[in-house]
């Protein structure tokens, strides 16, 4: 008798088997936020993709387009749904995403609950009069390493970054200046008062929490009048010092944490081989450069008084320093250009 031989689909094979397993995706309840800067997108439009353990995708599409539940052989896979594709600065574009891993099993049903949040960071500029009509012929940009957008004097629009440090610049007459600088994380929202003046200014951090959101506000004015300038009593800390890059001739203060800067990493102990720069941070056990204050040491007496090379006892010393605060040194901020210094 002759032997019939038919060719079928691995699938088809699982299938016979009962090997194969489904996959539902919902979103969780309450997905939907409350939100002050734009509507939420519809779910349906999100861009869905499912992969295998090997990183083959099974399926790419919108939520919409996805079966009830979806056949999948027995395995890991990874769930993966975005609002939208983000990657350079843009204006009015949060993303929302989550991830989850299922493990789909034969013969059974498995849920997978999205909780989508904002993925990306934020940050509006509110311009005073006062700003405008001292520099009417200046351009504002912020800018990341991802890309920078222009932010007009009658812009009102949220402009969104990748988590991570957002400068913003000011160009006068040709000659570009950091003015501020503040590494945000995902879901939070900067709201940024930009003033000029020759008065004392409030700055400070108010936290609001929404749905999704962290907003924040934060002030900033050009010419501050003594804050931080030549009454060493009014001296910035560490933390303070790191949002105001661009001020000249301030005080700040923090204790001496280390030395050695290079781009990716500082000294937390000794002994030390460079003199030319010190670490700053708010508490004296610090070990963590991404919150510390980057110090050149010029040539000349101050190097010679505070370099960890030829006074190792200064590490853990609190000490007040006058200069210029600059948006990056060594990959953080940094006071640079010192003028007088005073230890505690």
């Known amino acids: 008798m002759p032997v019939l031989i038919m060719a079928a689909s691995c699938d088809d094979f699982m299938k016979s088997f009962g090997l194969q397993g489904t996959l539902q ?66 204006f009015d574009t949060p993303q929302y995403g989550d991830t989850q891993v299922a493990t789909i099993k034969a013969g059974r049903n498995t849920v997978v609950t999205l909780t989508c949040v904002q993925m990306n960071a934020g940050i509006r500029l509110k311009i005073a009069p006062e700003f405008k009509a001292a520099y009417p012929a200046s351009n504002l940009y912020l800018k990341s390493a991802a890309g920078k957008l222009m932010y007009g004097y009658n812009e009102t629009r949220i402009a969104y970054f990748q988590p991570g440090t957002v400068n913003l610049e000011m160009s006068d007459g040709g000659e570009a200046k950091t003015l501020f600088t503040k590494r945000l994380e995902a879901q939070q929202i900067l709201t940024l008062n930009v003033n000029a003046g020759s008065q004392s200014s409030k700055s400070g951090v108010d936290i609001q929490v929404d749905t999704t959101r962290t907003w924040i506000n934060d002030d900033y004015t050009i010419g501050g009048g003594d804050t931080g300038g030549d009454n060493m009593d009014k001296a910035y800390d560490v933390t303070t010092a790191r949002k105001h890059a661009g001020e000249q001739d301030v005080w700040v203060y923090g204790y001496i944490v280390g030395g050695d800067l290079s781009s990716s990493k500082c000294s937390f102990k000794g002994p030390f081989s460079s003199r030319t720069n010190i670490v700053l941070a708010n508490k004296s056990s610090c070990k963590d450069k991404t919150i510390c204050l980057s110090v050149q040491l010029a040539k000349g007496d101050i190097r010679d008084a505070l370099n960890l090379v030829d006074h190792p006892e200064n590490l853990g010393k609190q000490v007040f320093l006058k200069g210029d605060i600059v948006g990056s040194y060594y990959g953080i901020p940094g006071l640079q250009n010192l003028s007088k210094y005073q230890f505690k």
């Not at 919902?26 to 990183?55: C, H, M, Q, W, Y």
């Not at 599409?61 to 600065?89: H, M, Q």
């Open 25 to 90: 995706i919902r979103f969780a309840d309450g997905t939907v936020p409350s939100t002050r800067a734009a509507a939420f997108p519809d779910t349906n439009d999100f861009i869905l993709s499912v992969t295998d353990e090997k990183g083959n995708e099974v399926y790419s599409g919108n939520y919409g387009g996805i079966k009830d539940k979806l056949p999948l052989n027995e395995g890991v896979y990874t769930v993966t749904a975005i609002s939208c594709e983000f990657s350079a600065p843009l």
